[in-house]
Structure formats: structure tokens, C-alpha cells
């Protein structure tokens, strides 16, 4: 079954407001949950690494006060696009490792965003 | 800086015949490898991985992959290929050294076909 639930799966908004996505690791502590972002037929970009009590480490090109991320427990991370516009537009996936270093990531199902 | 090519953007095979997926890495310790499988609109799942041991790795559904440390290379393999296997194959590497965290770089990913 699933370990990581990411919600929502599909979201549509207008141009101007934000929107949160939550990632919950279902039957395990996560003290640090990946951000991704996909364009169509393209492969993953990692946007951000969240930490659970501390603030996010964002990567080069990625602007911090646009995707908002809170690790507010063990369990749950959250991404928020604020200020959406159009070119945000695309399909967001948060991923954590179960345990250990050596431990694959475990993917959530992704959120579809589409920001008319 | 570690990274991964999958250079065939896309694969054709008949079903019940032999599949192979390349992917070769570059890192500059030892490579932590991965393979994902992606369906559309979904989060990716995990199908096997390479720390250490031997080089031949048995993941899900019958897939297998080997690695070849003086090619740098991973490719991903079937005996005997299904069209349910018809997906978007992702190929990950990280750097195996303490404190490495589980920062994944994703190949741009190899859309499998596997027709009747």
C-alpha cells in the first residue's frame, strides 16, 4: 500500500491566489521529505528538500518565497504556491526516504496543478 | 556533481521478448543506483536498486538490472516483456558517502512501449 499520501491529487485555480499541496508519510517518521516538480515528458527537477523543525534548502533558480514549504511534523510537509500564475502550472510530486540512508524514496501519487 | 543518461527517450519492444533500458552514471564515490517506474499522472514507484553485493539486482515485477562499474552503467532489464509494462522508466543515482542524505538526480527518463 501506499506510504507516502499527497493531496490534493488535482487542483485548478485562478491566476493570483495560492494553493497548498500536504505530503503525509502514512506509517513512518520523515524527518526530511523531497520536493519535485515534472514538466510534460520531462524528468523530474528536485525543487526543494524539506526538514522537519528547520527551514527548507531550496535549489538554484528556485524562488523561496514563491513555493513556501512547512515540515511541521514528523509526517507532514507542505507546499505552497503562492501568487500562482499560468507557468506554474504543472505536475508536483513530494517523495521521503523510509528509513535509512540507504532506503529508496517513496513517491506520493503527485498534484496535478493547473492555474488558469 | 552526480548524473545520470538514459539516452533512448523512448523503447519498442514486442511483448514476450527480452527488454533492456540503459542508464549510465557518473559519480564521483561510490554510486547509490535506482530504478523508478512511472504511470501516467501517478507519483513514481520504486522497482529495484544497487548499494552493494553483487551485481545483478532482482527488483518487482520481474525486473532486473546490472551494474557495471567499469561502464558506469545500469541498465534496466526483462526477460520477457508485458504490455503492462508500458511505462515512463526512471533511472536515479546518489553519491554513497556519509551525510550524502537521499538526494536523488534523475535520468530524463525512457517511455517503454511494449506492443502485441
Known amino acids: 500500500g501506499a506510504v507516502v499520501s499527497q493531496h490534493p491529487s488535482w487542483v485548478i485555480c485562478k491566476s493570483g491566489t495560492s494553493v497548498k499541496i500536504e505530503c503525509r508519510s502514512l506509517d513512518f517518521q520523515a524527518t526530511t521529505m523531497f520536493w519535485y516538480r515534472q514538466f510534460p515528458k520531462q524528468s523530474l527537477m528536485l525543487m526543494a528538500t524539506s526538514n522537519e523543525g528547520s527551514k527548507a534548502t531550496y535549489e538554484q533558480g528556485v524562488e523561496k518565497d514563491k513555493f513556501l514549504i512547512n515540515h511541521a511534523s514528523l509526517t507532514l510537509s507542505t507546499l505552497t504556491v503562492t501568487s500562482a500564475h499560468p507557468e506554474d502550472s504543472s505536475f508536483y510530486i513530494c517523495s521521503a526516504p523510509k528509513a535509512g540512508s540507504n532506503s529508496p524514496l517513496h513517491f506520493g501519487n503527485g498534484t496535478r496543478l493547473t492555474v488558469t | 556533481a552526480q548524473s545520470v543518461a538514459q539516452p533512448e527517450d523512448q523503447v519498442n519492444v514486442a511483448e514476450g521478448n527480452p527488454l533492456t533500458v540503459k542508464c549510465t552514471y557518473s559519480v564521483s564515490g561510490n554510486p547509490y543506483l535506482f530504478w523508478y517506474v512511472q504511470y501516467p499522472n501517478r507519483g513514481l514507484q520504486f522497482l529495484l536498486k544497487?548499494?552493494?553485493?553483487?551485481?545483478l539486482v532482482k527488483g518487482s515485477y520481474g525486473f532486473e538490472a546490472e551494474f557495471n562499474k567499469s561502464q558506469t552503467s545500469f541498465h534496466l532489464k526483462k526477460p520477457s516483456a508485458l504490455v503492462s509494462d508500458s511505462a515512463l522508466y526512471f533511472c536515479a543515482v546518489r553519491e554513497g558517502i556519509t551525510g550524502g542524505g537521499n538526494k536523488l538526480t534523475f535520468g530524463t527518463g525512457t517511455q517503454l512501449k511494449v506492443e502485441l
Open positions: 544497487y548499494i552493494t553485493g553483487d551485481n
